[in-house]
């Protein structure tokens, strides 16, 4: 017993001196973020987290970062909890993404971005549409062609349900291509990897899809990527054409970005958005930043919540196109 | 090949990667011994550390030792406890339990180790030389397949069908079934049957569930019927050991279930659940009506086939993962996502580009799997005892792990109120005799079935699936006759009985 208590007393003191050694850089901007994760471990949501954990504490702008997973109603529990406890939660930041603003346009999520205090977008990832390295389709035209000639055999494929993200963005680019964004056939599988298994055993006919997830498979040689929603080509895989070139309007970014609770005192905000800011700059972040594979979109306060409002109208007349609202 | 098994073991095998297998394998087995916390969360816990030695080789093979110990610790909790936690050893808790309370725990756990390797070693040496062509079997099934694979899996509840049961095993599958639909459906993103509640949102949590239907009942059941446990609580732990004529009887099955659990593993999207069911149903189809008799009370045979067939399905993952890239499973997606983090893109050029790294995770899955069976098997003795705590001790402490599973997955209290409410009725539902063991799996595969089900009608817009591919047509047959068949003999064995009854009174 007494040696346990000299263990936990020895690795306290480590972890004492460990925070030490990231106070002494001396450009630290806060004690602790506490991060609150929508979603369970090994997700998107919580991969977001814990790398800015990770560059924040690393790099010493923070001493000490915390996390906790609260899954449930597509993570509308996290939500409805942050503004329940609002006052005891002005150290926590919770991380969301462009689902947010799909599900509360749906009321699956009873409350929206606009019940938060928007601390910064982050991050980014381009969506992207990728058919099969051996399919016939070389270019989103031969894939509009195809289409065009048997609409009912031509299926497009994507990580998400009808209605959510990848069905949006497939959309998206069937209206930016001058077709009905009503017509097409999607089909939604549970996850990312499904879809794919989907896409290579020719199931589906073409995949919507996360950018970063994109390359990593067109570098193995598996898929050829069609367009990127992104106005120029990302330098990370610049022979991958943007659906800007090819004619075609379809503008769309994934962000990643930060949220506290509503009511967050003014000079809290402003240092939120001073240790995310100096983060992105950090070396730190750059290895997080690579390592999966996104861009750079630092949008702190106001203009966050510009770049929200615009992307809910976008995604809301779309929704209303398809018949989901 | 030989030159990369031999580059693979001067990669793997120094004094560190061994620590790192040891440590791995400790801590999987500890942490995965919670109900809570499967091989998935233990996984996604570790992977920073594992990022942090930095070279890929030791941090891959640090990580299958936390998988390999993980789901032996898994089963581990299936046995004693009744309670497993994660949805691959649902099926080890049909048999194991039962033995573990005929006073053979430590019997149950040696088989569950010795299976467990065995499959995942066969597995291994499968990976091994199919691999590359294997990677083209991973894309043979469409949606349509998977749903027909699913409806095969569901037909593991016949083996409950024994003793005029059918009826109600039926019940409880169509129970479990309806549970499932619970929550965010297939088609849309729109709620069903939450009635409102939030936290219904997403469906009920399978640990809930598995938590609710086995392991509280279990723990009710023993604090109101003092007598029974007195009865058992003698904390006699015999037959540590297996005989030479048990290991006979299991040898076949552990042969049979490593081919069957590997190839249903490198489907993505079926897994070691779906393995250990079927496997659980084919050996109870191929044994004698004396062993048929058994499973379900303990059958070595019932053990040994879900646990061989589950840890070779985990291997079977690894196929697509390593020659696709694609994850098979949640638990292979955030290995991809560790691999991704050390520089590693798995897929076709993974074996051409890297082959030390291929051939390095390869022999890390063995090592993990063999340092598991020396690690474990002399601690069998100690882990059994923990049956051997007297029932007053005992339960307080299923209930504390049992509660404590279902909130540590999702932090969310709901899940308490949601767990004990599911626990009283299942209670109520084992007082009338009905077999819980079939609503799991209604449960389990009740949303994969719906998933692909919606697919398949979406994709050939209509019922088209079931006449243009010839497979799914194939996997449906085979699940009729996998539930009509025992039933059929048991029928004719009724009536043959009632005549023989009807001339000997007749006389």
Redesign the interface.
């Given at each position: 017993m007494k040696f346990t208590r000299r263990v936990m007393m020895t690795a306290a003191a480590a972890m004492v001196a460990f925070s030490g050694t990231a106070q002494a850089d001396g450009h630290q901007v806060l004690d602790s973020i506490h991060f609150l994760i929508p979603g369970?471990?090994?997700g998107g949501w919580?991969?977001t987290a814990?790398g800015t954990g990770?560059a924040l504490t690393e790099s010493g702008l923070v001493g000490t970062a915390s996390y906790?997973?609260?899954?449930?109603?597509?993570g509308?529990?996290a939500i409805?909890n942050l503004i329940e406890n609002a006052e005891s939660s002005y150290g926590t930041l919770m991380v969301n993404s462009t689902p947010i603003v799909i599900?509360s346009l749906?009321g699956?999520i009873?409350q929206s971005y606009r019940d938060l205090t928007l601390v910064a977008g982050t991050v980014g990832d381009y969506a992207a549409l990728v058919v099969a390295d051996d399919s016939p389709i070389q270019t989103m035209e031969d894939a509009l062609a195809m289409y065009r000639e048997s609409p009912?055999d031509f299926?497009i494929g994507g990580g998400s349900?009808?209605?959510?993200m990848d069905h949006l963005v497939a959309a998206i680019v069937m209206q930016g291509a001058g077709e009905d964004p009503t017509a097409f056939?999607y089909?939604?599988?549970?996850?990312g990897?499904?879809a794919?298994?989907?896409l290579?055993?020719?199931?589906?006919d073409a995949l919507s899809t996360g950018f970063s997830e994109a390359i990593?498979?067109a570098?193995?040689?598996?898929v050829r990527i069609l367009g990127v929603t992104s106005q120029e080509r990302v330098p990370a895989y610049d022979s991958a054409p943007t659906f800007a070139e090819q004619g075609i309007d379809a503008d769309f970014v994934n962000w990643r970005g930060f949220f506290a609770a509503p009511g967050l005192p003014e000079d809290m905000l402003a240092t939120y958005q001073e240790a995310l800011g100096a983060m992105l700059e950090t070396e730190e972040w750059e290895a997080v930043r690579s390592?999966m594979g996104l861009v750079n979109i630092y949008r702190p306060g106001d203009e966050f919540r510009t770049f929200l409002d615009a992307q809910e109208q976008q995604l809301g007349d779309l929704m209303r196109d398809l018949g989901?609202l | 090949m030989l030159e990369g098994i031999l580059i693979g073991l001067s990669t793997a095998v120094t004094p560190f990667n061994l620590m790192m297998v040891v440590a791995g394998c400790v801590i999987g087995t500890l942490i995965g011994m919670l109900p809570g916390l499967g091989p998935?969360?233990i996984?996604?816990?570790m992977i920073?550390v594992a990022i942090g030695i930095g070279d890929p080789t030791s941090a891959l093979i640090l990580l299958s030792g936390v998988y390999y110990g993980a789901i032996f610790g898994g089963s581990t909790s299936s046995i004693l406890l009744n309670a497993p936690g994660v949805a691959g050893t649902v099926a080890t808790a049909f048999d194991g339990y039962p033995m573990a309370q005929k006073g053979m725990a430590g019997k149950a756990l040696t088989i569950a180790a010795i299976s467990s390797f065995a499959g995942g070693s066969l597995a291994t040496v499968l990976l091994m030389i199919f691999a590359p062509a294997l990677s083209s079997v991973?894309?043979?099934?469409?949606?349509a397949e998977y749903f027909a694979l699913m409806v095969v899996g569901l037909s593991a509840i016949a083996a409950f069908a024994g003793s005029g049961q059918v009826g109600k095993a039926l019940m409880m599958t169509i129970l479990g079934l309806i549970l499932g639909t619970v929550g965010?459906?297939?088609?849309?993103?729109?709620?069903r049957f939450t009635f409102g509640i939030?936290?219904l949102?997403?469906g009920f949590s399978f640990i809930t569930l598995a938590m609710a239907m086995f392991a509280l009942p279990e723990a009710l059941f023993l604090v109101m019927n003092p007598a029974r446990s007195a009865e058992q609580g003698s904390g006699k732990i015999t037959g540590l050991r297996i005989s030479r004529q048990e290991a006979r009887t299991i040898a076949p099955v552990i042969g049979r279930q490593s081919v069957q659990g590997f190839f249903i593993g490198v489907l993505?999207?079926a897994g070691a659940t779906i393995a250990s069911f079927l496997g659980y149903a084919v050996e109870r189809n191929l044994a004698t009506k004396e062993e048929q008799a058994e499973f379900g009370k303990g059958s070595i045979k019932g053990l040994a086939a879900p646990e061989t067939a589950n840890n070779a399905a985990c291997t079977g993952s690894f196929v697509?993962l390593l020659t696709?890239?694609?994850?098979?499973s949640?638990t292979?997606?955030?290995l991809?996502?560790a691999l991704?983090?050390l520089n590693v893109?798995?897929?076709?050029?993974?074996m051409t580009d890297e082959p030390d790294v291929f051939w390095a995770v390869i022999i890390a899955m063995y090592i993990g799997n063999l340092v598991l069976l020396i690690l474990n098997l002399p601690l069998i003795p100690y882990i059994a005892k923990i049956l051997a705590v007297p029932r007053n001790y005992l339960i307080p402490f299923i209930l504390f792990f049992t509660l404590m599973g279902s909130y540590i997955?999702?932090?969310?209290s709901t899940e308490l109120l949601i767990l004990v409410g599911f626990g009283v009725c299942a209670t109520i539902l084992r007082f009338a005799n009905y077999p819980l063991a079939p609503l799991l799996i209604g449960f389990i595969l009740g949303t994969m079935l719906e998933?692909n089900f919606a697919?398949a009608m979406?994709?050939y817009?209509g019922f088209g699936f079931l006449l243009e591919r010839p497979m799914t047509l194939a996997l449906l047959a085979l699940a009729a006759i996998l539930v009509v068949l025992p039933s059929y003999r048991a029928m004719r064995a009724r009536r043959r009985a009632m005549r023989e009854q009807g001339v000997a009174e007749g006389d």
């Open positions: 369970g471990a090994g919580d991969g814990r990770e906790e997973n609260l899954s449930g109603g597509g509308g529990v409805a599900r749906t699956e009873a009912n299926a349900v009808p209605g959510g056939n089909i939604g599988y549970d996850a990897g499904e794919m298994a989907g290579l055993s020719g199931e589906i990593a498979l570098e193995q040689g598996e390592r989901f | 998935m969360s996984i996604a816990i920073p991973a894309l043979l099934f469409h949606s965010e459906g297939a088609l849309s993103s729109t709620p939030l936290d949102q997403s993505p999207g697509p696709l890239g694609i994850p098979g949640g292979t997606a955030i991809l996502g991704i983090a893109t798995p897929g076709p050029r993974l997955g999702q932090n969310n998933d697919r979406q994709l817009r």
